[in-house]
């Protein structure tokens, strides 16, 4: 969809709210405590209806990232839209700056309630042939310019965990990452077990954290003389494609979020080939998930 197209497709808050209502009540309103079909839309409170069986008060906004936010309906639509149809997605300064957000800070934290809805908690296991592997990517600190500039410093790097689902012809079709705390078998193992599907297939560079894996078949591809982006071609493609994105959207990731931006990073290659549904997943539509905060996310409640 174009700018231009999601214009004239929601214009202001109530073409918003329209959308909400149809999906969440395609077949007309429905109470989600009683059941009952028949509801009026409350004068006072925005995009409100109350059941006329008992009494409930339900916002078309409930379960979505939008809940509870002082921010217009219209400002959320737009920033999905330019969070769904930048392939890179955008730096929090950039989408203040688009927005025309007052501070910082709301543009952050709209980033953020929209990284949680980018991961679907039904999402399915991976299957039949799954590589796995590790890499270390540089980090940004908190005194760092948020736009980059001058006097930045790397100070660190974080071991991530890395996943890619294979088709039988060798192809990548989904991912998975994860931060990691070290690369030993007790932090790899669980790993494994989170993303991939009991009796996956496991192929990996023979690294010792693998082994013994009990719930799946293992091949491992010893390295020795030959470069390791030759074994494990897919897992390296998708590492290297993670640091361009990280240095080029953000200058870097901070370690705080780092989970965070890798759901982003796995919701964006997942989709890279259907961006449609993209947009309604975003919104949190279906989801259902519980408001969350500021604070939330700093403490990394959510
Ligand atoms: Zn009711």
Not at 64 to 74: A, D, E, F
Not at 138 to 151: A, M
Not at 217 to 246: C, E, Q
Request: net charge positive; aromatic share 8%.
């Amino acid at each position: 969809m174009s700018r231009a197209a999601f214009e004239a497709r929601f214009p202001d808050e109530a073409a918003c709210a329209a959308h909400l209502f149809a999906r969440r009540w395609p077949d007309g309103f429905i109470c989600p405590v009683c059941g009952g079909s028949k509801g009026w839309p409350l004068s006072g409170k925005r995009f409100t209806f109350e059941c006329a069986g008992c009494g409930r008060q339900t916002s078309v906004t409930a379960g979505t990232v939008m809940h509870r936010s002082h921010l217009p309906l219209k400002t959320w639509f737009t920033a999905v839209h330019i969070v769904t149809s930048h392939s890179n997605g955008i730096s929090a300064l950039q989408l203040q700056a688009q927005l025309g957000l007052g501070s910082y800070k709301t543009a952050w934290l709209l980033l953020h309630k929209l990284r949680r809805a980018m991961v679907d908690p039904e999402r399915r296991p991976l299957v039949d042939l799954v590589e796995f592997d590790e890499t270390m990517i540089p980090l940004r600190s908190k005194d760092d310019p948020p736009g980059g500039g001058r006097g930045r410093s790397t100070v660190g790097k974080a071991l991530v965990a890395g996943a890619v689902e294979l088709s039988p012809d060798g192809h990548a079709r989904r991912i998975r990452l994860a931060p990691l705390t070290d690369a030993s078998a007790a932090s790899l193992h669980p790993f494994v077990a989170s993303v991939a599907a009991p009796g996956a297939r496991v192929v990996t560079d023979g690294w010792s954290g693998y082994l013994s894996l009990t719930d799946h078949p293992h091949t491992a591809k010893i390295v020795g003389k030959m470069a390791a982006h030759i074994v494990l071609a897919w897992s390296h493609r998708v590492f290297a494609n993670l640091k361009r994105w990280a240095l080029g959207v953000f200058h870097g990731l901070r370690r705080p979020h780092l989970r965070r931006y890798l759901d982003e990073f796995v919701f964006r290659w997942n989709r890279r080939r259907h961006t449609a549904a993209a947009f309604d997943s975003l919104l949190g539509l279906g989801t259902r998930l519980a408001p969350a905060t500021y604070r939330d996310f700093v403490d990394q409640r959510v």
